[in-house]
T-cell receptor, first 110, second 116 residues
């Protein structure tokens, strides 16, 4: 699975959009980009995933660059409850393990 | 709520002891995964079971073992416990029987193990 690089921490004002970047320059054609978050010590929560097209669901949007070497997770209107560690994971579907890196610690401030 | 349940929520035990952690996957999911999260190592994949059979192994110690039962729940057994085994243990599930699968893993709330 390709390696990912994320900033260790970010701040965002409540009500504003949070844009979390992820670099995955060695991604291969059959690897998907997955995003999870972990609030405090709770179980990781699935957010969204995509292959090459932009994706949107009720939680977030995922923007993947055309060359697929980076992506951005967008939380459109961040709330205090979105404070968490966000993990970007690149993997081939069907691979058994999820390889979590250090992630980005997002702090949403009032 | 992911639909994955884990018991117990907290477990405190002494070095050298043996414990069993339990995981019930989402209804109908055939695969169960176990992960360990310690302070210095992040989330690490331990082992996967699919419909009762071991499918993949990660960084699982020989002192640790797991199994998946016919009702698809799984147990992770940790023996000869050491201080360094103190961690959060998560299970995840996917591969719903008979329905299209996005291969997304859904995680339980975890068991916090403290070894004194």
């Amino acid at each position: 699975d390709a390696k990912t690089t994320q900033p260790p921490s970010m701040d965002c004002a409540e009500g504003r959009a949070a844009n979390l970047p992820c670099n995955h320059s060695t991604i291969s054609g059959n690897e998907y980009v997955y995003w999870y978050r972990q609030i405090h010590s709770q179980g990781p929560q699935y957010i969204i995933h995509g292959l090459k097209n932009n994706e949107t669901n009720e939680m977030a949007s995922l923007i993947i660059t055309e060359d697929r070497k980076s992506s951005t997770l967008i939380l459109p209107h961040a709330t205090l409850r979105d404070t968490a560690v966000y993990y970007c994971i690149v993997r081939v579907r069907g691979n058994n393990d999820m390889r979590f890196g250090a992630g980005t610690r997002l702090t949403v401030k009032p | 709520d992911s639909g994955v349940t884990q018991t117990p929520k907290h477990l405190i035990t002494a070095t050298g002891q043996r414990v069993t952690l339990r995981c019930s996957p989402r209804s109908g999911d055939l695969s169960v995964y176990w992960y360990q999260q310690s302070l210095d190592q992040g989330l690490q994949f331990l082992i996967q079971y699919y419909n009762g059979e071991e499918r993949a192994k990660g960084n699982i110690l020989e002192r640790f073992s797991a199994q998946q039962f016919p009702d698809l729940h799984s147990e992770l057994n940790l023996s000869s416990l050491e201080l360094g085994d103190s961690a959060l243990y998560f299970c995840a599930s996917n591969h719903p029987r008979g329905t299209p699968d996005t291969d997304t893993q859904y995680f339980g709330p975890g068991t916090r193990l403290t070894v004194l």
